[in-house]
């Protein structure tokens, strides 16, 4: 094995780059250390949230990204997030006992994820309940298509006045977002008559109800573009656009300062050449997913992660949601090597062609079976005596209807690829359901032949440093070509190496 490649290490001090604040000049002086990676993105941002670089470790659900990844995103100097979605507040509990034992209380640059549950009463308040106790400084909000009271009792709780007149903030709202539309809710102040019932059920104070009144929800705001798991599959360049004339739009109306609201880019960011493209658009900071669930601290089985790295760009597709099915809901997963997302879009096919499983023709009834590992029958049995303890008003309603008897067992199916991929159940690996986007292709196709290429060097820090040292590159190299410099194509490429 070769030695590993060291790269001049990622220059260390903060100090160092805040001493030169001016952005360097941009003619021929610039010099191979004139763009450093924690200089790419917002400083505010880096500021703000206490990390190094502007880059983000992104909430994976379930716990695939652990505490761990989390407690090591954070030494790197990155910005992570805790999977915490879909765990329950018991179990997120744990995580975050996890991550204050490997930081310390207090400790800045992570946060966790809030997922909006409408199905579910009562869970957003208990997780917001336990992130407000436990002093969770950070939120993520996904899956919102509007505000919901919780997250904005979050958002206000953390407001105060400073001594200066400006309002302070202790609980940050990133909005995880892929449309304007919904963009525009967090960036606007929460709306009077949420703040209102809010103050009145003493949820909040007077005082900061009426803070709430000058400043946007969330001030960070996550662009989520192709991206693994659920996704619009919007391409990058317009949705980062788009948000951030709304962003001019929501504040000329508010007549808040546009500053007060960073944009940052996810989805597709799996290589130095998307990074460096994302905050040449002007991204507060990047987010990537897909990339750190092949890492060594992800809550993926081994064999899970083993198929993720031998996907390419193009190995993705997008199949049926097991929380959503009946609606048609959508995420893109990974597609080579396993039968996944081609089982998931034929259910979905025989669902809407056939009435039951009976109506089903002996092909697709011998293709739903093979898929489920047993009888129709057997499938069903199991998954009534699942549903009698966890929602016997869906089960009431399934009974006497053998559409919704296979809609169930068919969402029992999807539920378990993702379970079977978590805990690596070698019987069920064609099975396995792995949320992934083309990111992770292309990482693997930068990687290939290098060190990174081997799952056991790929952590969260290796990863995220090599693509912010690969995008400060390009960065500079772009640079030299925008100021008139003969830049050849080459000069582009960035090998990745192991950073110490
Ligand atoms: C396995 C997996 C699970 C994810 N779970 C969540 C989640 O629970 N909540 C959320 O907001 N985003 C979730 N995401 C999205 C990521 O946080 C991130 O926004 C996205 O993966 C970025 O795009 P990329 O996959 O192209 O890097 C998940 C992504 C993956 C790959």
Redesign the pocket.
């Known amino acids: 094995m070769n030695s590993p490649r060291l790269h001049s290490e990622i220059p260390p001090s903060a100090s160092r780059v805040e001493s030169r604040r001016s952005f360097p000049s941009t003619d021929a002086t610039l010099s191979p250390k004139d763009i450093y990676p924690e200089w790419l993105g917002d400083r505010r941002f880096t500021n703000l949230h206490g990390s190094r670089f502007a880059y983000v470790v992104?909430?994976?659900?379930r716990g695939?990204a652990t505490p761990q990844m989390v407690v090591e995103a954070v030494r790197a100097g990155l910005v992570g997030f805790y999977?915490s979605?879909g765990l329950r507040p018991e179990t997120i509990a744990e995580g975050l006992d996890a991550i204050e034992a490997g930081l310390g209380k207090g400790a800045p640059a992570w946060g966790a994820?809030l997922?909006h549950s409408p199905q579910q009463p009562g869970y957003e308040r208990a997780v917001v309940d336990l992130f407000l106790e436990r002093g969770v400084a950070r939120v993520?909000a996904?899956a919102f298509m509007t505000l919901s009271k919780e997250i904005v009792r979050y958002s206000a709780r953390g407001l105060s006045r400073a001594p200066d007149g400006s309002i302070g903030r202790s609980t940050h709202v990133f909005a995880?977002v892929s449309r304007a539309e919904v963009a525009r809710h967090f960036m606007a102040p929460a709306p009077d008559k949420l703040l209102k019932e809010l103050a009145a059920a003493g949820d909040i104070t007077p005082v900061q109800a009426e803070l709430a009144r000058q400043v946007p929800v969330a001030a960070d705001i996550t662009a989520?573009s192709d991206?693994?798991?659920h996704t619009d599959n919007r391409p990058a360049g317009p949705l980062f656009s788009s948000l951030v004339q709304t962003r001019e739009e929501v504040c000329t109306e508010h007549g808040m300062a546009t500053d007060l609201i960073r944009i940052g880019l996810?989805?597709?960011?799996?290589t130095p050449w998307a990074a460096a493209a994302a905050f040449q658009m002007g991204a507060a900071y990047i987010?990537?997913?897909?990339?750190n669930?092949a890492a060594v601290e992800s809550g993926l089985s081994l064999e899970g992660r083993k198929l993720l790295a031998e996907a390419g760009p193009a190995d993705v597709a997008m199949a049926p949601a097991a929380d959503m099915f009946e609606q048609g809901v959508e995420v893109q997963v990974l597609k080579r090597g396993t039968l996944f997302a081609m089982r998931g879009k034929r259910m979905w096919a025989i669902y809407k062609a056939r009435e039951s499983f009976e109506a089903c023709t002996p092909d697709e009834r011998k293709f739903i079976e093979t898929a489920l590992g047993e009888s129709f029958p057997d499938a069903w049995a199991k998954t009534k005596s699942y549903m009698q303890r966890a929602n016997p008003a869906e089960l009431a309603r399934a009974e006497g209807d053998p559409s919704r008897q296979m809609a169930l067992v068919f969402r029992r199916y999807l539920f378990f690829g993702a379970q079977w991929a978590r805990e690596g159940d070698a019987a069920r690996l064609r099975d396995y359901q792995i949320?992934?986007?083309p990111?992770m292709g292309a990482f693997n196709e930068w990687v290939e032949g290098s060190l990174l290429e081997a799952l056991e060097n790929r952590t969260v820090k290796q990863i995220a440093w090599n693509m912010l040292d690969g995008a400060a590159h390009i960065t500079r190299m772009q640079l030299l070509r925008a100021t008139g410099h003969d830049v050849p194509p080459s000069a582009f490429a960035y090998r990745p190496g192991l950073f110490e």
């Not at 992104?58 to 659900?61: D, L, N, P, V, Y």
């Not at 996810?266 to 799996?270: K, N, P, R, V």
Request: with cysteine; proline share 0%.
């Open positions: 992104g909430e994976m659900a695939i999977g979605a994820n997922i993520s996904s995880k989520e991206s693994g798991g996810a989805g597709g960011i799996g987010l990537t997913g897909s990339v669930q949320w992934c986007g990111a």
